[in-house]
């Protein structure tokens, strides 16, 4: 048997034993406080060191195999308050904040966001719903949070992961510090987590389906939390854009922020755009105001002849959360009378894929999805390369596409669809986010694209 402590060092250290296992620190410390390897780690070290199973006999207590039994509260590492238990039995331990878990557990998919910026826009966007962010960038909550920057009135996400604690406010613009804004939305959080340990496990091996804990009694039982986390049915084939979207229409004229007046009010609008709401973004129907649209909001299940009768200029497709396929089998019809109809159309994001579905391809799920402001995109047609912000964990498959639908944009991460237009229709969309909210800028030119196609539409 080899001791624990060697076969950490063998693996470069706790941090580099940690990556390599998709574990906390603080779990790699444990295993050297009980000098004990549960064996579920045993293939990443024998496939990362000259070790054999002979060498690693041992070293696993009994406990941990094939589970441990319920936790207590001194079963957890000290000073940890919280834990984000994946379905696979992971655990990883933090320090709780924002709203204690109580009969509500908070469970989804376990994803992760890379943008730098706009924290508080990212947890508000909708899209989100059914997930629990782990954000990449370590120093959440430092700007505070306050309502201009909401970008829906209710929370869909179900929690966040954090490296670092949430630090008091230290922006001219917060109304109140991240952590209490959290509890009033009664959405939880955990800190300290090894976020970066956690992004190369989702990287590696997909989004996992977890549970987030904080239990206001510390109280902690492992095997039904990761019952709870295995139990929870997944993205696929959920429809979620009911839950998100409004359930009425109502009119929109409020513009983009701008400094130092704030958003204004659109007061000589041009054309009129009816947006179907999937689970809009607050910055979206801003941008279409700022462009000179006013602008109408209906339902995610409206029909082709609820959009028409406002007698829209052109209809956007709004961003929204869940598996396209599902949500298509009430919006596909709806997307294609609209589109006999011959009326302008412009989507992104679930809009888009809802498009794609509408002519007919198919969509597919990624192993790990689009998260962040700092997506690079290419437009075929110029060769411009953008750098976009975006939501999504599906994709819309390009050999799915029919004739007469062509593909616009690829993603330089993966290669995947990032865009269509219809040849001899005035319709187009792009997977990504062109509101930036929040950033980059470079694809607010989309808007001005889409009014070109509303007025060269007017002018035949």
């Given amino acids: ?99 204690h878990t109580g009969a509500r557990l908070a469970v989804g998919e376990v994803c992760f966001s890379t943008g730098m910026t706009g924290y508080q826009e990212t947890l508000t966007d909708p899209s989100f719903a059914g997930q629990i962010i782990t954000y990449t960038f370590p120093h959440i909550g430092i700007v505070g949070a306050n309502p201009a920057d909401n970008e829906t009135t209710t929370i869909a996400a179900r929690g966040i992961v954090v490296k670092q604690d949430i630090t008091a406010p230290s922006n001219w613009r917060a109304a109140q510090p991240f952590d209490a804004w959290l509890r009033a939305q009664n959405i939880p959080g955990i800190a300290g987590v090894d976020t970066r340990a956690l992004t190369l496990r989702i990287r590696d091996g997909g989004a996992p389906n977890g549970v987030l804990a904080f239990p206001a009694d510390g109280r902690f039982d492992l095997p039904a939390l990761e019952a709870e986390a295995a139990g929870w049915p997944g993205l696929e084939g959920m429809d979620l854009a009911k839950a998100v979207s409004c359930t009425q229409s109502y009119r929109w004229d409020e513009t983009r922020w701008a400094w130092p007046d704030g958003a204004g009010r659109l007061t000589d609008p041009k054309h009129h755009v009816v947006a179907v709401d999937y689970g809009a973004k607050r910055n979206i129907l801003r ?7 006013r602008v109408t ?155 070109d196609l509303i007025e060269r539409s007017k002018a035949a």
């Fill in 1 to 99: 048997m080899t001791d624990v402590t060697i076969i950490v060092e063998r693996l470069g250290g706790t941090e580099a034993a940690a990556r390599l296992t998709g574990v906390g620190v603080e779990a790699v410390r444990k295993w050297r406080q009980t000098r004990s390897i549960p064996s579920r780690h045993w293939p990443a070290i024998i496939a990362a060191t000259s070790l054999t199973l002979h060498d690693l006999a041992g070293i696993v207590a009994p406990k941990d195999e094939p589970a441990s039994p319920a936790a207590q509260p001194s079963d957890a590492p000290e000073g940890a308050t919280a834990a984000l238990v994946l379905a696979d039995g992971h655990v990883f331990w933090g320090r709780g904040f924002g709203a």
């Fill in 297 to 451: 909001v209906v339902p995610a299940t409206a029909t082709a002849a609820d959009i028409l009768r406002h007698d829209p200029d052109g209809v956007f497709l709004s961003n929204g959360p869940g598996d396209p396929a599902a949500t298509a089998e009430y919006a596909a019809p709806a997307i294609r009378g609209v589109l006999e109809a011959g009326v302008p159309l412009f989507g992104i994001c679930l809009g888009h894929q809802l498009l794609a579905l509408a002519l007919g391809a198919t969509t597919y799920k990624l192993e790990r999805g689009h998260r962040g402001a700092n997506q690079p995109v290419k437009d075929l047609a110029t060769g411009r390369v953008e750098i976009t912000s975006q939501n999504h964990g599906f994709a819309v498959d390009d050999a799915s596409l029919p004739e007469g639908v062509q593909v616009t944009h690829v993603s330089l991460f993966d290669g995947s669809n990032e865009g269509l237009a219809c040849t001899g229709r005035p319709a187009f969309s792009v997977q990504y986010h062109p509101e930036a909210s929040p950033g980059p800028t470079d694809s607010h030119h989309l808007f001005h694209r889409f009014l």
């Fill in 287 to 293: 941008c279409l105001a700022s462009a000179g649209c």
